[in-house]
């Protein structure tokens, strides 16, 4: 027994809906976060939306505007070879600190973030002097994409204040791959 032949309408209805899918899956694609403009030729300019940045400025993303003298602290994150690999800003907001995170050049995947009691960064001793996670100190964390950049914006269950001077890490696994001190005004 041979198999009857689709009937036409069928097989255009089947083609137009995978093309529509394939339509779809490219325009999602042209969306992800981090991405840059570029002029180089044969590319497409991504469309930036939102409040998108290059991984290590510092701004304020989700928008918590700073009152007049009140509390901010900034951190830069140094990888083990000490290189920069990211930047944090962090705002008052009560007995919280707003975070805003970009890091560029990590691994790609799941990062664990923590501010930790520690105030020493030794990047040659495995980041030795970090201390542990502060109360309220552990991030629900970072992701990282294929070209090694995440963003983040969480917020802290300390103040400014508690993170003055308080180590920053970022850790792969249980393993620290970044650090810096929190350094408030």
Known sequence: MTASPTPRASRTRVLAALAAAGLAG?????CTPD???TS??????????????IPGDLVNADGIAAEPGSAVGTVALAGTEGDSVGAASFVADGDRAKMNLRVSGLK????KVEVRTGTNCDAPNEFAGTGNAIAGGS?????????GN?????????????LDGKAMVILDSNTPI?????MAN
């Open 26 to 30: 490219v325009a999602l694609t042209a």
């Open 35 to 37: 991405e840059h403009p």
């Open 40 to 53: 180089e030729k044969g590319t497409t300019p991504p469309v930036i939306t939102g409040n998108q940045v």
């Open 108 to 111: 790609p995947g799941q990062h």
């Open 139 to 147: 991030l629900p964390g970072i992701s990282v994409g294929a070209e």
């Open 150 to 162: 995440g963003s983040a914006n969480q917020t802290v269950a300390v103040t400014i204040g508690d």
């Open 178 to 182: 970044a650090c810096g001190i929190i």
